[in-house]
């Protein structure tokens, strides 16, 4: 039996990157009862870069509401609150004594975001540890993440495999399983992410979703000019949602012409707005019965603790001796 995880931050309501990305893929692969599934809200990660209480408290609600209404099963996905786990805490400190900093410092993610520097703090700095200490709590073997997470994961097998040598223990190396192979784009071309605002989101209103899908960014080909399907997000978009069918027609149209990206973006909306329709209806229901969402995650949160409990009292007993 194999124990799965997933993570996604309360940075904001999850756009369409995440659940293709990471959402989805974790919700269908549940359905195989022969692993342990975990879905982490890492609100604990979140706090590197967004500090007010309520907000990050209703994007937890959004992202649960959003796994349920995407059809997530809690008999089938322990569903949980990083911060709810506290020893995860005490992990990440034990596993930061065995990072060396420069490799903290020289990670992609940290360097990115470390480029605009309106609040560059230690939290960000050491955020691969934490990740690795969620991923070692439950002893994990598969990860479900986008490709931009792929050296988060090797610094995490790296930091349990220095444990292992260490203390002699026998922790799994966890893999990585990317859904996709590519990062899909946002609306300014760059990758869509909550903390870009460039996200399309499909459980937003109609006329806010419409919007956002308008203004995707494209080259400025003339309306009659042939289009270039293998560069256009918006075609890539298309292609991941609709049926083999739609993305031949919508192929032929880009490649004889007179077809504008304004209709491909209308084909995209349909697209979404038609695959999505039964998961938007039960998003709204959700949103509506916060008590139902909170129940969940005490119910995640209770299973993980049991879980979490046997790994920490392991390393405890090799690391701290007690
Ligand atoms: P964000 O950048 O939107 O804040 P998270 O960091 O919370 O997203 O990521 C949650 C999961 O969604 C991760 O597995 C991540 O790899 C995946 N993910 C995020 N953005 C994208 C994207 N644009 N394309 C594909 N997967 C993505
Ligand atoms: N760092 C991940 C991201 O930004 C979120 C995350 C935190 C995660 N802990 C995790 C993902 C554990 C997978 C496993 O997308």
Redesign the pocket.
Known sequence: MAYVL????N??NP?I??I????WPAIQRSHDQKHTHFLCI?DLHTLTAHKHTITNQQHTRAIVAACLALGLSQEKIILYRQSAIPAVCELAWYLSCFTPWPMMKNAHAFKEKSKHPSDINIGLLIYPILMAADILLYNIDQV??????QQHIEIARDLIGKINRHYQTDFTLPNPMFQ?NT????TDGK?????YQN?IDIFADEKILYQQIMSMMTDSKPLAAPKDDTQCPIFALYQLLASEDEVHTLRKQYRQGNYGYGQAKKALYMCIITRFAVARERFKKYQKNPESIDACLENGAKKAQAIAETHIQKLREKIIGT
């Open positions: 997933t993570g996604i931050q940075t904001g756009h990157g995440n293709l990305g990471a959402l890492a479900i993440v986008g490709i931009d997470q996709q990062t899909i784009r946002g990758k869509m992410s909550k903390s996200t």
